[in-house]
């Protein structure tokens, strides 16, 4: 049984460049939740998709959207990148019918370095 | 004031020693408490999860949360190397629907 899938794992963007990370949620599970982890730090949530739509948002701007499929697949997009948008990106997905839970599976994450 | 304060470390201990790690938390609102454990370069794995105050053990680990002083502990027994790793404490409200509010985590390192 495959744990939530990210990628890509590692990539180098500069400035004002947009990018798009991918997750593919644990089979079974239907929430997907964004964190970034800047190095040294905690995971800062970012938001989190339910059903297709963003359920709740963290303290991020406009610049950091995203998306949730049919399949319960997601994506986060970061535009306008700036430095200071470096860090590691987890998805994070719950099971079906747990909410509130805090049983959240982590992916390995994707590492985003901007020059 | 952050919402929850976690010292970074690093903590290095020889094989077999206890463990304390600890988080305090400033909003009254949270009830739901975890331990994550981050190995390098991976994503964070849910080692203990703990509701209200009290204790929860489970094998090595025990998690206690005392809410009246906004404090909460994970004590490691008989530490192994393989421990080394990155713990972060977690917290969730009530209805919190998994916005997780993670301290900065600690480093520790267990030497054989």
């Known amino acids: 049984d495959a744990g939530v899938t990210q990628s890509p794992t590692h990539l180098i963007k500069t400035r004002g460049q947009q990018v798009t990370l991918r997750c593919s949620p644990k089979s079974g599970h239907d929430t997907v939740s964004w964190y970034q982890q800047a190095l040294g730090q905690g995971p800062q949530f970012i938001f989190q998709?339910?059903?297709?739509?963003?359920?709740q948002r963290g303290n991020f701007p406009d610049r950091f959207s995203g998306h949730q499929f049919p399949n319960y697949s997601s994506e986060l997009n970061v535009n306008a990148l700036l430095l200071g948008d470096s860090a590691l990106y987890l998805c994070?997905?719950?099971?079906?019918?747990?909410?509130?839970?805090?049983?959240?599976?982590f992916g390995e994450g994707s590492r985003l370095t901007v020059l | 004031q952050k919402e929850v304060e976690q010292d970074p470390g690093p903590l290095s201990v020889p094989e077999g020693a206890i463990v304390s790690l600890n988080c305090t938390y400033s909003?009254?609102?949270?009830?739901?408490f975890m331990w994550y454990r981050q190995y390098s370069r991976k994503g964070p794995e849910l080692l203990m999860y703990t509701y209200s105050s009290g204790n929860k053990e489970d094998g090595r680990f025990t998690a206690q949360v005392d809410k009246s002083s906004k404090y909460i502990s994970l004590f490691i027994r008989d530490s192994q190397p393989s421990d080394s790793a990155t713990y972060l404490c977690?917290?969730?409200?009530?209805?919190?629907?998994?916005?997780?509010?993670f301290g900065k985590g600690t480093k520790l390192t267990v030497n054989p």
């Open positions: 909003n009254s609102a949270f009830q739901y």
């Open positions: 994070a997905s719950t099971p079906a019918g747990t909410g509130g839970s805090g049983e959240l599976f």
């Open positions: 998709y339910y059903e297709e739509e963003e359920r």
């Open positions: 977690a917290m969730e409200m009530v209805g919190g629907s998994e916005k997780l509010v």
